[in-house]
């Protein structure tokens, strides 16, 4: 079975400074997809960034940028400048790229950060 | 535009009670989905439907019922609730899986006295 594990429970970042999460995962599938959500204190979920496993190329958003090592199977999500409206949980999760199940997508237990002024 | 709307927000049930969850989302999605938070376990998946009359079971579906009449709705069913049903439960919809972008509802916050 796939599972994610984020080994940071939580994690500290002064304003401004860059932050770096850690996620790993395992699985036997070769295509699937990665994600980092955020759920800030207002419990919403959102979506921070995608990353499709076939793609060797790092995906970004803005400040948010990831490190994925598929050898590795390792995602970790960078923030830079990091600003008060981070602090939050963040969960990374993982969905294998096959029919059946449309990818359901597992979660890791999540990191919180948190962002001092 | 609403996207996933989740009734109610907050609720309080006594051992062995039923309710039901509601969740709608006006997206013409078809991929609904149902996931509990518990505090130090993320999100585990309850049930999820790719279409209209199709449902299957996720992670933790015992004691759980689900139903997809229409594209736009997805009842959560507690049959009779425990306290170990105690949790933020979230509904989730993308246009057909959970390799799209999820769009979530805003949580129920049930509590099982």
């Known amino acids: 079975a796939q599972t994610v594990t984020q080994s940071q429970p939580e994690m500290s970042v002064q304003e401004a400074e860059t932050v770096t999460l850690s996620c790993t995962y395992d699985t036997s599938e070769s295509d699937y997809y990665l994600f980092w959500y955020k759920q800030p204190p207002s419990r919403q979920m959102i979506l921070v960034i995608r990353?499709?496993?076939?793609?060797?190329q790092n995906a970004t958003e803005n400040r948010f940028s990831v490190n994925f090592q598929k050898a590795a199977k390792s995602f970790s999500l960078k923030i830079s400048d990091s600003q008060l409206g981070d602090a939050a949980m963040y969960f990374c999760a993982y969905s294998a790229n096959y029919g059946g199940s449309q990818g359901n997508l597992i979660f890791g237990k999540g990191t919180k950060l948190s962002v001092k002024p | 535009n609403a996207g996933v709307t989740q009734t109610p927000k907050f609720q309080v049930l006594k051992t062995g009670q039923s309710m039901t969850l509601q969740c709608a989302q006006d997206?013409?999605?078809?991929?609904m989905s149902w996931y509990r938070q518990d505090p130090g376990m993320g999100l585990r998946l309850i049930h999820y439907s790719v279409g209209a009359g199709i449902t299957d079971q996720g992670e933790v579906p015992n004691g759980y019922n689900v139903s997809r009449s229409t594209t736009e709705d997805f009842p959560l069913r507690l049959l009779s609730a425990a306290p170990s049903q105690t949790s933020v439960y979230f509904c989730?919809?993308?246009?057909?899986?959970?390799?799209?972008?999820?769009?979530f509802g805003s949580g129920t916050q049930l509590s099982v006295l």
């Open positions: 989730a919809s993308s246009r057909w899986g959970g390799n799209e972008k999820l769009f």
């Open positions: 990353q499709e496993a076939y793609k060797q």
């Open positions: 997206m013409n999605h078809e991929y």
